[in-house]
């Protein structure tokens, strides 16, 4: 995953691709008892992964963003929160696609993290 992010953020998207894919099937592979915040960082790597191309994406970065929302239900943390929104922000000018206004959607009707005692 690490290796995925590093080659995202320079913009080599496709470089980063199958990293990022190999760290989201160990995840999925772990299943439920998967770490749901790393999961949900491996699968936002993905998403960056789409996005930083040449030709990118989006459709397929939104619906991974999706997913990101359905594994971390219920246990939302601050960096993917933090993260999820940063990745609607590289989306911005795909706001009018679909995939990207569900994303959107979704993102704004989930659950933030909380304080507790």
């Known amino acids: 995953m690490f290796t995925a992010s590093t080659l995202g953020s320079i913009g080599e998207g496709v470089e980063a691709e199958p990293w990022a894919r190999r760290s989201v099937a160990a995840h999925e592979a ?5 770490n749901r915040e790393e999961w949900g960082h491996a699968l936002l790597t993905l998403a960056t992964s789409l996005i930083y191309r040449e030709r990118p994406e989006p459709e397929e970065a ?10 971390v239900d ?36 989930a659950s933030r993290p909380a304080l507790t005692t």
Do not use: H, N
């Open 74 to 109: 219920g246990y939302p943390t601050r960096t993917v929160s933090q993260r999820t929104g940063e990745m609607l922000g590289m989306l911005a000018k795909y706001r009018a696609l679909p995939a990207v206004v569900d994303f959107r959607e979704r993102l704004a009707a």
């Open 62 to 71: 939104a619906r991974i963003g999706v997913q990101v929302l359905e594994v």
């Open 30 to 34: 772990v299943g439920p008892r998967a």
